[in-house]
């Protein structure tokens, strides 16, 4: 194992845990599989450990980097690509992307803000392709699992109704400097791939899965209530006695459709802010 040699100390405030496996890098890079009209971004990109491998493969790559010591080096390093000292999730991925078809994200995130960042993403899925990011293994597990498992919940609905998320493989703990105390794993989310185009309101959708799986012991009876308390609970009979667990990605966007009829009469004061 190679490793990167680390300028600074590395900031618990930022989650900071930089990749220091050359195999990881390049494997990542490699699965990749880029072609030349692939235009890039790179989600906190440390020194380098992805980006000197992502820039044998093209020159369109912009990297976003928040620590200004680290952003100050990696510009004086790579001075021929883009490098923006700001939050990620300050970005505005469609400013980024003006001019060309569609962004592919990639990168090693902090994993304290992983939830954020992968929300901030598909909220501007129509300019990504798709998002390679290295995540602590236990929230992989969570994005990818199916209904009637412990770990299917409110990351694994709106993960797989936006995307197809899919783990590449394992990266263990040695990897990383400081090492943590899990296991990481790479994911990849397929923007292409998705069910966007059933969710008649996005808004209901995402508080349908948020409002049943704040109460996921519940049968849906009892959560449905938090929705709309003048909801004619009788319309959506089938589901009534299931929990939020064990309803699948179609039966989410099914609920929630047919919640959004009922309510987009003229007279309803719904409201789903």
């Given amino acids: 194992m190679k490793k990167n040699i680390l300028l600074n100390k590395p900031k618990k405030s930022l989650g900071q845990n930089f990749l ?100 901030h993403i598909i909220d501007q899925r129509e300019k990504i392709k798709d998002l390679t990011i290295m995540v602590q293994l236990e929230v992989a597990e969570r994005i990818i699992a199916k209904p009637k498992s412990k770990e299917y919940g409110i990351l694994s609905v709106i993960s797989q109704a936006y995307s197809t998320p899919k783990l590449l493989f394992k990266v263990p703990p040695q990897c990383f400097f400081p090492k943590p105390k899990v296991y990481s794993g790479m994911l990849h989310f397929d923007f292409t791939n998705n069910l966007n185009n059933k969710i008649v309101n996005h808004n209901l959708f995402r508080k349908l899965v948020r409002t049943t799986f704040a109460k996921r012991r519940k049968i849906l009876k009892n959560s449905l209530k938090d929705i709309d308390e003048k909801l004619d609970l009788n319309a959506f009979d089938m589901y009534l006695s299931k929990r939020p667990e064990e309803l699948s990605i179609h039966e989410f966007i099914d609920l929630s459709n047919k919640i959004n009829t009922i309510i987009s009469d003229p007279g309803s004061s719904y409201d789903v802010s």
């Fill in 20 to 119: 220091i496996d050359e195999n990881i890098s390049r494997k990542t890079v490699k699965l990749l599989d880029i072609k030349p009209e692939d235009y890039f971004l790179e989600i906190g990109p440390g020194y380098g450990s992805l980006t000197k491998y992502l820039i044998e493969q093209t020159k369109n790559l912009i990297c976003v980097e928040i620590d200004k010591e680290i952003f100050k080096n990696i510009s004086e390093k790579y001075s021929d690509i883009k490098i923006i000292n700001e939050d990620v999730l300050k970005i505005n991925f469609n400013s980024l992307a003006e001019g060309i078809d569609r962004l592919r994200v990639v990168g090693n995130i902090p994993y304290n803000i992983t939830s954020q960042i992968i929300f």
